[in-house]
């Protein structure tokens, strides 16, 4: 969701509107038998100099009500499938290989003004038990004061997002939908950003 404003019917953007995120499932695969790691990269291990494989992005973005308020030091739990479709989880029955340096787990707090920012790989595609294939997609569970959110993050250009039946379930898939960016100069070359603001009902 590259920006949550809504359209007025003069065409120009409304700053008093913001586009409520839509929810999704939580899925089978929730770590509940994992502690997250207390950080905001989810492509390195805690201590270790080894990366996750995979293309490496950053996610960014801001916590926000449907007002245009910040929601400060929102709690987000952030859980994937490593670049191979496969999740860190006793259920996932994938026989893709696991990544013994990506734990796909963690969970960070928005500052003060709703931002936040997490380091990850772009996740796998992975087959589900019925036969279909999922599209890339980030688990986010969103906590304010008064709201709570589960939704999924998924990547344009991705020719499975045409038929999953879960992202086109949503009221509006395009707001779950992100494009990769060119990073700033002080970021990797070899990475790309991701833009995700994430709009509550309420704070």
Not at 91 to 108: E, T
Not at 116 to 140: A, C, N, Q
Request: aromatic share 8%; with cysteine; glycine share 8%.
């Amino acid at each position: 969701m590259s920006d949550a404003r809504c359209k007025g019917p003069t065409g120009r953007r409304d700053t008093a509107a913001f586009a409520i995120t839509p929810p999704q499932i939580v899925g089978p695969f929730y770590p509940i038998r994992e502690r997250p790691d207390l950080a905001s990269d989810l492509a390195r291990p805690l201590g270790s100099a080894a990366e996750a494989q995979g293309q490496l992005i950053y996610v960014r973005g801001r916590v926000l009500t449907s007002s245009g308020e910040p929601v400060s030091h929102a709690l987000i739990d952030v859980w994937q499938a490593n670049a191979a479709g496969k999740y860190r989880h006793p259920s996932d029955m994938n026989p893709a290989p696991l990544d013994p340096n990506f734990k796909g787990f963690a969970r960070l707090t928005a500052d003060a003004s709703g931002g936040y920012s997490f380091r990850t790989i772009k996740p796998g595609r992975y087959p589900t038990p019925e036969g279909e294939i999922r599209p890339p997609h980030i688990h986010l569970t969103v906590e304010g004061r008064f709201d709570r959110l589960v939704t999924q993050l998924y990547f344009a250009g991705e020719a499975e997002n045409l038929i999953d039946r879960w992202l086109n379930a949503a009221p509006h898939p395009d707001r779950l939908i992100v494009k990769l960016q060119e990073p700033p100069p002080h970021l990797e070359k070899h990475a790309m950003i991701a833009h995700f603001d994430i709009v509550l009902a309420s704070g």
